[in-house]
Structures are given as C-alpha cells and as structure tokens.
C-alpha cells in the first residue's frame, strides 16, 4: 500500500528556516513526479513545487521562488522542502503528493510562522 | 495562471438525493497531448484530500460508482448520484493543464 509520510514541521519565527521530509514507501518513488501542496488554515489548497524523477526539473509557485528548495533523494524515497526567510503567510499544513495527477496524498505537517 | 471557479461554495444535501458540483476554468484545460487534466479531490473532516476523478471523467480506483465526472474545455461538473453520510467534506476541483497548477476555492458538502 502506497504510504506518504510527512515530517518536520513546528513553529518558527518569521524569517526563519525549516526543512520538512517526505517518506515514500509502497511504490517505485524513483518513477514519479513528487509534489509539495499547503493549506493554510481554514483555507484551500495551494499547489507550492514539484520535482520530476531524477530532481533535474523544479517548478515553484510565485510566492515562494527564492525561497523555498524541492529536493529528493531516489536512495531514500525521500522528498524534501527547505524553507527559508519564511513569512507568516506560510503558515499552513504542508502535504507531499505522488505524481502528475496527484493520485496519493501524506496526512500532512504543520508549520507555524509566529512570533 | 488560470482561475478556477466552483459552484456553489456550499451545499446541504438530503441523504440519498443527487448533488452537483461546477467547475469552471478561465481557459481551456485542453492539453497540447489531447488530454484535459481535470481533478476532483475529496477532503473529508480533518483528512487530507483524496483524488476521486481524474483527467475529467475517470473515477480513481476504490471510488464508489455514485461519483461521477464530466464535462470539456472550460466547464466541469462533479455529481454524486445518491448522497451518503461519508461523503460530507470538501470537494476541490484541480487543473494541471497550465502552469502553475491551480484549484477551485472548494465546495463544502453538508447533510441537512
């Protein structure tokens, strides 16, 4: 069974970093495209980055360009999101999801931007 | 980027009655490739989303048969057949036809 675990979330400061993973298990991650999604709270979704197989390829939303990194290790099944110089209006829940269709979804992590 | 409108935001179904949900795109989702990348995502009470269609019509594998999608270029329809008690949450229509991707502001389905 496909399985997408988030981690790394918590509250920071604003201008500050963080760094959240994804843990891939239950099919070949090295195949697809992964993608970060957030949430803010009470709100809808908002489509962030994605990086296709092999991490040649990344694509951001405006929003976060020049600030937030999309990364992958293939040897891991692990997708990674490094933020950083981060503003209050990133708070949200974090989803990783599987593919260019969006197919499998992560229970999410939550990051606090707040002073 | 390419704005996606549903209708209604809210709507308070009866159990066992139809519902339809709209989605409107400011462009045609169209692909080059000849496909039309049109999602539907479920989000029940406190989960994350679940994809229910995919590429407008094609129902995602587990998906009860009540669900169903249709619809071309800039208008997009959600139903569900027979409204039950689990499917109460948020429905988001997605795009992934232009960059960036982009989604519906969501419809809250409710029982009444």
């Known amino acids: 069974e496909v399985h997408l675990v988030e981690s790394g979330g918590g509250l920071v400061q604003p201008g500050g970093s963080l760094r959240l993973s994804c843990a891939a298990s239950?099919?070949?991650?090295?195949?697809?495209?992964m993608s970060w999604v957030r949430q803010a709270p009470g709100k809808g979704l908002e489509w962030v980055a994605n990086?296709?197989?092999?991490?040649?390829?990344?694509n951001y939303v405006d929003s976060v360009k020049g600030r937030f990194t999309i990364s992958r290790d293939n040897a891991k099944n692990s997708l990674y999101l490094q933020m950083n110089s981060l503003r209050a209006e990133d708070t949200a829940v974090y989803y990783c999801?599987?593919?260019?269709?969006?197919?499998?979804w992560g229970q999410g992590t939550l990051v606090t931007v707040s002073s | 980027d390419v704005v996606m409108t549903q209708s209604p935001l809210s709507l308070p179904v009866t159990l066992g009655q139809p519902a339809s949900i709209s989605c409107r795109s400011s462009?045609?989702?169209?692909?080059?490739?000849?496909?039309?990348?049109l999602f539907w995502f479920q989000q029940r009470p406190g989960q994350s989303p679940r994809r229910l269609i995919y590429?407008?019509?094609n129902r995602d594998s587990g998906v009860p048969d009540r669900f169903s999608g249709s619809g071309s270029g800039t208008d997009f329809t959600l139903k569900i057949s027979r409204v039950e008690a689990e499917d109460v949450g948020v429905y988001y229509c997605?795009?992934?036809?232009?960059?960036?991707?982009?989604f519906g502001q969501g419809t809250k389905v409710e029982i009444k």
């Open positions: 999801a599987r593919g260019s269709g969006y197919s499998w």
């Open positions: 239950g099919f070949t991650f090295s195949t697809y495209w």
């Open positions: 990086i296709n197989q092999d991490g040649s390829e990344k």
């Open positions: 462009q045609s989702l169209v692909h080059s490739d000849g496909n039309t990348y």
């Open positions: 590429n407008v019509s």
């Open positions: 997605m795009q992934g036809t232009h960059w960036p991707p982009t």
